[in-house]
């Protein structure tokens, strides 16, 4: 079965699954809501309005005005981070983990078409739909927090939000194909609850990539994260924004297409040796 045929069942199994995953973003949503306004709540808790604005901009090294509703946007614009990804490396770690486990279906899908091009297809439709699905509350918060602006600032975020999908997608099957076919792991959240926090954590989401202590941004570094949040920081603060780092995310998308690639296609020699 050629790419393109793959590409379309995949759509296709990834539409249906949508009606059933609703609840489940819509609870993901909440959640990611709840985090980011936690910290304004807190904040403000502690230093007011005006004190906020002004420990805010000292930690972000902001130079220009900023407001208290470019504060909220930005951070509503971080949390989707929170979401994308642990929406993108659970349920591309655990489908991979559970479909490898499940003889019946491997043989299927060995039968139907080329294992590797089956994840890279995978990955991509999954890293863009949820890049949108995952997200989509934001574009809720912004108009109610900029009005009609906020749906133009959404627009912009969108391509952002769906490279960073996509390339995690591909980030996670490069560490989980290796994990479940050599290491032979069977209990599919292992990857999920292990590794989403630490990437949020070292990425460095809702402060400077800078202040995260070193030993925590090892492993963040590895993925694409920290470079969006700076890209999404930039944007966002007023900060002068460095083309170095749109250069260093399109890179490193390359590199994990690339490094997905090549390990789904020795992964495709290997289970064919055991069917």
């Known amino acids: 079965m050629r790419f393109i045929n793959v590409l379309r069942a995949i759509i296709y199994r990834e539409i249906r699954f949508l009606k059933r995953m609703i609840p489940e973003y819509i609870s993901l949503s909440f959640l990611s809501t709840l985090f980011a306004m936690s910290i304004i709540g807190i904040a403000l808790s502690v230093s007011g309005f005006n004190g906020l604005v002004s420990k805010f901009s000292q930690i972000f090294n902001i130079s220009g005005k900023i407001t208290f509703t470019d504060i909220v946007a930005a951070v509503i614009a971080f949390s989707g981070i929170l979401s994308l990804t642990t929406d993108c490396v659970g349920s591309v770690s655990q489908v991979i983990i559970y479909e490898a486990n499940m003889i019946e279906v491997l043989h299927i899908i060995a039968q139907s078409t080329y294992l590797y091009l089956y994840y890279m297809a995978f990955g991509l439709v999954y890293g863009a739909v949820s890049g949108i699905v995952s997200t989509l509350y934001i574009l809720i918060l912004l108009l109610m927090t900029l009005g009609i602006y906020g749906a133009y600032i959404y627009l912009?975020?969108?391509?952002?939000?769906?490279?960073?999908?996509?390339?995690?997608?591909?980030?996670?099957?490069t560490i989980t194909l290796p994990l479940t076919y050599i290491v032979k792991m069977r209990r599919y959240w292992t990857i999920s609850q292990v590794l989403v926090p630490i990437l949020i954590a070292g990425a460095g989401v809702f402060i400077p990539v800078n202040l995260v202590p070193?030993?925590?941004?090892?492993?963040a570094y590895t993925s694409p994260l920290p470079e969006v949040c700076m890209i999404l920081q930039q944007m966002f603060l007023k900060i002068s924004q460095s083309p170095t780092m749109l250069l260093m995310l399109m890179l490193i998308f390359m590199i994990y297409v690339g490094l997905a690639t090549y390990i789904s296609y020795k992964t495709e020699r290997l289970v064919r040796r055991g069917l």
Do not use: E, K, Q
Not at 156 to 173: D, E, M, N, R
């Open 156 to 173: 912009i975020l969108i391509p952002i939000y769906v490279i960073t999908g996509i390339a995690l997608s591909y980030y996670t099957i």
């Open 214 to 219: 070193l030993f925590m941004r090892v492993i």
